[in-house]
């Protein structure tokens, strides 16, 4: 395979990157919070405390450069 450019040593090698990459260089993750908003888009608010109603929510985005930054957003209340 040296025609290539290829042994078994730079196999191993970018094996290696692989196994002790860390996912942190390429995914950020992360809590939100945002308002609760009504039909007409203006934010709920809590009839027992007056204050607006929220939820929260698990997000990741990525970055794989140079493609374009990608994001997943799971919601959960």
Partial sequence: MDGVGLNAQ???ME???IAFA???DYVEF???EEDVLGLEGDPA???D????KKYRYQHWTG??????TWSATVKMQ
């Fill in 15 to 17: 094996y290696m990157k």
């Fill in 22 to 24: 860390d996912i942190t």
């Fill in 30 to 32: 992360g809590q939100k």
């Fill in 45 to 47: 608010f809590d009839p």
């Fill in 49 to 52: 405390t007056g204050k607006t």
């Fill in 63 to 68: 970055h794989f450069n140079p493609a374009p």
């Fill in 10 to 12: 730079r196999v191993l």
